[in-house]
């Protein structure tokens, strides 16, 4: 639903900048007044529920590399970009201006390079997909690498871990990734944890795909209070009834979860540390 | 995990095209070699499962209208461009080339004016946002109506079933949308059901927000088998544990839905049916 969005990031502003000629506009409906008046309470009763910081001017940064997952991004996107004053950069390492198409065929345009993004941002993410494009593109992971010592929070959804495991950012941290490929983690030293979202210190890390809205949600909580991401979560209507419950190796069975693991052998085979 | 993609879109054809010059490359390395082989034929095991359409042409629209909800349409669409053949037009409501600009600021580029679409697609999908906007639109609601008398499943995401309704679609039928807009629907001659995916003949509705991936996952059931879409479900480790277990009004309580409902009284106003 748009409404926490706009309403957060464009009607609020307008309630403010508006209410002067629309109160004078003696056309208005009365309703319409009396909707707009419930709906300004609202969100003055939301930024004053306790622990909650309605408006704040975090810098985040999602990277995009040619054959990212668009859900790895767009979920915790959805949520992020509901904190009204959070900068979003859509880092390429490509061409600046240049669409970066995602694996499902997708093309966003971003907003910046990623050697272009100032240190120390308050998030860095970086989302899956073809991550071997990315461990396999030496400026990128100088990139990674150069954030994620600096930001307040480094962050990652499914195969994206690998790719900060890569750059040397998981080190002797606690932390997971999509299921297929999470074993690979303990080559580049890190832990592998079982865990649909893993926070180690300031290292934060999604399991598959659909686990960066988790995230995302634990993030907006740690960063705007748990209230403000229980307003975010009802918003979305964030309650999922997965159709087929097959939505992880235990719950697939292990004959759909060895054809899976078969499915990505290639990819699988392309994230591994090199020998050392 | 773009694996999913990739191995289906593309690797899928490149297996085939590519075995030979591969095949013949004596430097090839026999690791690579044996990830290869078992993502074959896992993609083939996939494609013998019963009931299984593995490659098929359907054509997917998804409305874009400015203000829409980047997680209404994306969600769906990261399981819907899995299937492998599926074309997915991105349909705009304004003019062909300029990029939509979502509720969350995500400009998206269209690949298609929303007037310019053949009648008669396989899935007519509207996701919600700035609802208003659509129903406001004369030409947007002629088209909707068009494509959703014709469409073999007319499909909606949040408060895109308001635009359904808003079109005559929904007449007779049991529809959701987002809880704080679904009661609305009994003004536009439908029957609000509070379920999180609705299936009355070929309309499929879906709740706020998130409940657009429940209800891409049954319609690539409904597509392509069951069990191609456990298999995407698996893929996209579809297994939520919303952190704050707020997504419903039910467990979020009635103080926190009170403000929430509060908080989007002008959206609730502006997507009344008209008094008759």
């Not at 390429?92 to 995602?102: D, L, R």
């Not at 480094?154 to 790719?163: D, E, L, M, R």
């Not at 159709?243 to 085979?269: I, M, N, R, S």
């Amino acid at each position: 639903m748009t409404d926490t969005h706009d309403n957060l990031h464009r009607d609020w502003d307008a309630m403010h900048h508006d209410q002067p000629s629309m109160a004078t506009d003696a056309t208005r409906d009365t309703e319409v007044q009396a909707a707009w008046d419930r709906s300004v309470a609202a969100h003055e009763a939301l930024a004053a529920r306790p622990g909650v910081t309605f408006q704040a001017d975090e810098e985040i940064v999602i990277v995009l590399h040619p054959g990212f997952d668009t859900l790895d991004a767009i979920g915790p996107h959805y949520f992020l970009s509901s904190m009204l004053g959070a900068t979003i950069h859509l880092a390429t390492t490509g061409e600046p201006g240049a669409p970066v198409v995602s694996a499902g065929g997708l093309p966003l345009t971003p907003t910046i390079a990623l050697a272009d993004v100032a240190d120390a941002p308050t998030v860095l993410l970086v989302p899956g997909g073809d991550t071997s494009v990315l461990t396999n593109d030496p400026h990128a992971m100088t990139d990674i690498r150069r954030l994620g010592y600096a930001a307040q929070v480094v962050a990652s959804v499914c195969t994206g871990a690998i790719a900060l495991a890569a750059a040397g950012l998981l080190h002797g941290r606690r932390a997971t990734s999509h299921w297929s490929v999470r074993h690979l983690l303990a080559g580049y030293g890190a832990t592998p944890i079982d865990e649909r979202v893993v926070v180690d210190g300031n290292v934060m890390t999604a399991a598959g795909v659909t686990a960066g809205m988790d995230l995302a949600l634990r993030l907006v909580g740690r960063l705007r209070g748990d209230e403000y991401a229980q307003f975010l979560e009802l918003g979305a209507e964030y309650a999922p009834e997965p159709p087929f419950g097959t939505g992880t190796p235990g719950k697939a069975g292990t004959e759909l979860t060895a054809l899976a693991q078969d499915f990505f052998a290639t990819v699988e085979h392309g994230l591994r540390a090199p020998a050392t």
